[in-house]
């Protein structure tokens, strides 16, 4: 850890620190890119030093706080594009032109990175607390009996817990994807709600029903079908978002002991606070049908890409009208999952803050 880290987390973040965020895909820096981002309020230059590793950089030189993004890099280091002053992967001054000794105070913070599952991860808190073992585990991953799409990234504008909100709500897909995910049954099958050590889990069986259009032709078999949403959502802000078929018949109350011919994908969302109005939100499908089949791998890929805008336009309205309503709003039971996530969040939150004073 360079000596110049800044060992402290922000009292007034209204965003956990001490966790892993998806910062960008990894595609998105590539070669000399230096790519300016904003997380959780923080302005960052992410780049890739001379091994290729990814780093993520304080964007401002502490000279006269030009942007480093406006700069560029030298042999794996940044050199800022006012004066010169030059910062390694650890934030620290390694050059500074016509100064003679390099001053004391020359450094930005460094935050901590880790590149996993074709993702660049970021630590926006203590960097002695960032542990790589965190980081979610996903269950598959290597596994080449799975598919797995190119999944994307689209910005909202909307406070990133209304994603979280949504992405715990089985129930909107009968009305905000009525031509792709809503089947009979969406509207109004109750939902189940559990605790889970790292989060919320909402979901409901629907038995003997068609499947819905952009299941329809992916699935190994015809006709009536049992269908599993399963939504889960893991502190801080990913949600894995499961559907299971079943011939109807073989569902029920549990995802175990499923027949062979199962179908299940598994849709990841790692959602990232850009500040308390604006959010990254990153995705990818796992699937166990026709793995190898190129068109089946783009469709997931471009209908899920579609849904999720869809999704998008209704959170950008939620954020704008939830920032103007001059009363209470009501919550419906459909709430009650992400109610519960958002109370354990901000315990980890509360807690985070009186741990620094
Ligand atoms: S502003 Fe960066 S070196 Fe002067
Ligand atoms: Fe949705």
């Not at 009996?145 to 504008?157: N, S």
């Not at 796992?286 to 791998?297: A, G």
Request: hydrophobic share 35%; charged share 25%; proline share 5%.
């Amino acid at each position: 850890m360079s000596r110049y880290a800044i060992k402290y987390i922000n009292p007034d973040a209204e965003f956990l620190q001490n966790a892993w965020y998806v910062a960008v895909q990894s595609g998105e820096i590539i070669n000399d890119t230096l790519l300016p981002l904003t997380l959780m309020g923080e302005k960052l230059v992410l780049y890739r030093d001379n091994t290729g590793k990814a780093v993520a950089l304080e964007n401002a030189c502490p000279h006269r706080k030009l942007p480093l993004s406006m700069g560029k890099l030298v042999g794996g280091a940044i050199q800022c594009g006012y004066h010169g002053l030059t910062f390694d992967a650890l934030g620290q001054c390694v050059n500074a032109p016509t100064q003679g000794i390099i001053p004391d105070n020359a450094f930005v913070r460094s935050y901590p990175v880790v590149e996993k599952y074709g993702l660049i991860w970021i630590w926006m808190g203590n960097p002695t607390l960032a542990d790589e073992t965190k980081i979610l585990d996903i269950k598959d991953y290597d596994n080449p009996d799975w598919g797995l799409t190119e999944g994307g990234m689209l910005e909202c504008r909307c406070h990133y817990l209304y994603l979280l909100d949504n992405l715990l709500d089985p129930s909107h897909v009968a009305w905000v994807h009525k031509t792709s995910f809503a089947s009979d049954g969406t509207e109004d099958v109750p939902l189940v709600i559990e605790n889970t050590e790292a989060g919320v889990v909402v979901s409901r069986w629907i038995n003997s029903i068609d499947p819905p259009p952009y299941y329809a032709e992916l699935l190994p078999f015809s006709g009536k079908v049992d269908r599993l949403q399963y939504y889960e959502a893991v502190m801080p802000s990913v949600a894995i978002n499961m559907s299971t078929y079943v011939r109807t018949g073989f569902g029920g109350n549990s995802d175990e002991n499923l027949p062979e011919d199962s179908y299940r994908m598994r849709s990841y969302h790692f959602i990232t606070p850009i500040d308390a109005h604006s959010t990254r939100y990153h995705w990818f499908q796992h699937y166990n049908t026709n793995t190898s089949d190129e068109f089946v791998r783009q469709k997931l890929n471009e209908g899920a890409r579609t849904a999720f805008e869809e999704d998008r336009v209704i959170l950008e309205a939620v954020d704008a009208g939830m920032s103007e309503k001059r009363r209470p709003n009501l919550d419906l039971r459909l709430d009650i999952g992400a109610r519960k996530f958002r109370r354990k969040l901000s315990v980890l939150i509360d807690a985070e803050k009186q741990s620094i004073h």
